[in-house]
């Protein structure tokens, strides 16, 4: 599941949750006032590497 930024427009504040791609930000509670007035935010990223591309020598990406 992945992390999902949001902004409630009943406190102002702003928050982070880990939820369901399928999750709806209309159906989102607020954790600070406990309002359903959240509206998903462009998140930022950022990644290993650097310049155009990105290696991934020396990281594991699971199996045995």
């Not at 406190?11 to 982070?16: A, E, H, P, S």
């Given at each position: 599941?992945?992390?999902?930024?949001?902004?409630?427009?009943?406190c102002?504040?702003?928050?982070?949750?880990?939820?369901?791609?399928?999750?709806?930000?209309?159906?989102?509670?607020?954790?600070?006032?406990?309002?359903?007035?959240?509206?998903?935010?462009?998140?930022?990223?950022?990644?290993?590497?650097?310049?155009?591309?990105?290696?991934?020598?020396?990281?594991?990406?699971?199996?045995?």
């Amino acid at each position: 599941m992945p992390f999902y930024e949001y902004i409630c427009e009943g406190c102002g504040r702003d928050f982070v949750l880990l939820q369901s791609i399928t999750a709806k930000a209309e159906d989102t509670v607020c954790p600070y006032c406990n309002e359903k007035k959240s509206k998903k935010q462009i998140s930022k990223f950022s990644s290993y590497g650097s310049g155009a591309s990105c290696s991934t020598s020396g990281l594991s990406w699971g199996g045995g």
